[in-house]
């Protein structure tokens, strides 16, 4: 089993999902996130004063997957996330060495 943990632009999640579920994939978590890389961040103007806006808004897909559906799930987010401007994300793939769900005590694939 692998996880995979998607860092995209906040108007992506909804293509994001649709992709994801195109292949199959029944369940996601996603949270709301604030960061940088080399976007940095901007500048803004409020009411005539000039501030610098360090952490951009940013999603955090995390899902975790059998083995023989990583390459599939990795190439629909990429696919329905990209824009080809800078700061369009991230995909961390990480191994998971158990799962278990806690209502019924499944462990491993039958968890996921």
């Given at each position: 089993?692998?996880?995979?943990?998607?860092?995209?632009?906040?108007?992506?999640?909804?293509?994001?999902?649709?992709?994801?579920?195109?292949?199959?994939?029944?369940?996601?978590?996603?949270?709301?996130?604030?960061?940088?890389?080399?976007?940095?961040?901007?500048?803004?103007?409020?009411?005539?004063?000039?501030?610098?806006?360090?952490?951009?808004?940013?999603?955090?897909?995390?899902?975790?997957?059998?083995?023989?559906?990583?390459?599939?799930?990795?190439?629909?987010?990429?696919?329905?996330?990209?824009?080809?401007?800078?700061?369009?994300?991230?995909?961390f793939v990480s191994t998971i060495e158990e799962a278990i769900r806690i209502r019924t005590g499944e462990r491993g694939t039958d968890a996921i």
């Amino acid at each position: 089993m692998k996880k995979i943990e998607a860092i995209i632009k906040p108007f992506k999640l909804d293509e994001v999902k649709e992709a994801l579920h195109e292949i199959g994939l029944q369940g996601i978590t996603v949270t709301e996130a604030k960061g940088f890389g080399r976007q940095k961040g901007h500048t803004e103007l409020y009411r005539g004063a000039e501030y610098v806006v360090d952490f951009l808004p940013k999603v955090k897909i995390e899902l975790v997957i059998d083995d023989n559906l990583v390459e599939r799930a990795i190439e629909a987010i990429q696919t329905a996330a990209h824009t080809g401007r800078i700061g369009d994300g991230k995909i961390f793939v990480s191994t998971i060495e158990e799962a278990i769900r806690i209502r019924t005590g499944e462990r491993g694939t039958d968890a996921i």
